[in-house]
T-cell receptor, first 115, second 116 residues
Framework: GDSVTQMEGPVTLSEEAFLTINCTYT??????LFWYVQYPGEGLQLLLK?????DKGSNKGFEATYRKETTSFHLEKGSVQVSDSAVYFC??????????????FGTGTRLQVTL | DTAVSQTPKYLVTQMGNDKSIKCEQN?????MYWYKQDSKKFLKIMFS???????INETVPNRFSPKSPDKAHLNLHINSLELGDSAVYFC???????????????FGPGTRLTVL
């Protein structure tokens, strides 16, 4: 079945540092890929998405590129802020009937940004 | 103007009890979901309803019974609660189920269930 693997956390960075959170996936066909963010005490919010190979999703300074050859969708940000502290989830939605509506999540990576 | 709301936010109960969690969305979406997030933050889909019809039912014990009285509501009833049911339960909704095309899912704030 479909699966998502993302790097273990927590990741602790100083403000303005560069962020990379690795995500790789296993899926048949051509899944859509997503990054969700969960701020403390809140639900999940969609951060960015990419629906086909070589697409780059971007939002709020975060970027991720859908790499089919390496089955990866790594999240990057050039300069993190304290307000970026949250748990980040990589997820995929399958491309086959019955799987398109189901999100498969990675285990989440906690990011803590300090001054 | 909350998009997806859940009640209660916190639920503490004894083993063996029966409890319900309610979810409502005011986005006009056709599809709603329940996800379970365990203590390690791992998220897994439980159920999905489209226009009040069940379309996804993962391997969830039949003590869990979702009910959708209309397409804006999806409630989760849990019978004979067990310690392992302790988790955060998230409701979500999306515009439609369009096979082969993803529709963004909007999540509620979660309900933290603690079974003692």
């Amino acid at each position: 079945g479909d699966s998502v693997t993302q790097m273990e956390g927590p990741v602790t960075l100083s403000e303005e540092a560069f962020l990379t959170i690795n995500c790789t996936y296993t899926a048949t066909g051509y899944p859509s890929l997503f990054w969700y963010v969960q701020y403390p005490g809140e639900g999940l919010q969609l951060l960015l998405k990419a629906t086909k190979a070589d697409d780059k999703g971007s939002n709020k300074g975060f970027e991720a590129t859908y790499r089919k050859e390496t089955t990866s969708f790594h999240l990057e940000k050039g300069s993190v802020q304290v307000s970026d502290s949250a748990v980040y989830f990589c997820a995929l939605s399958g491309s086959w009937a019955g799987t398109a509506s189901k999100l498969t999540f990675g285990t989440g990576t906690r990011l803590q940004v300090t001054l | 103007d909350t998009a997806v709301s859940q009640t209660p936010k916190y639920l503490v109960t004894q083993m063996g009890n029966d409890k319900s969690i309610k979810c409502e969305q005011n986005l006009g979406h056709d599809t709603m979901y329940w996800y379970k997030q365990d203590s390690k933050k791992f998220l897994k889909i439980m159920f999905s309803y489209n226009n009040k019809e069940l379309i996804i039912n993962e391997t969830v014990p039949n003590r869990f019974s979702p009910k959708s009285p209309d397409k804006a509501h999806l409630n989760l009833h849990i019978n004979s609660l067990e310690l392992g049911d302790s988790a955060v339960y998230f409701c979500a909704s999306s515009q439609d189920v369009n096979w082969g095309v993803y529709n963004e899912q909007f999540f509620g704030p979660g309900t933290r269930l603690t079974v003692l």
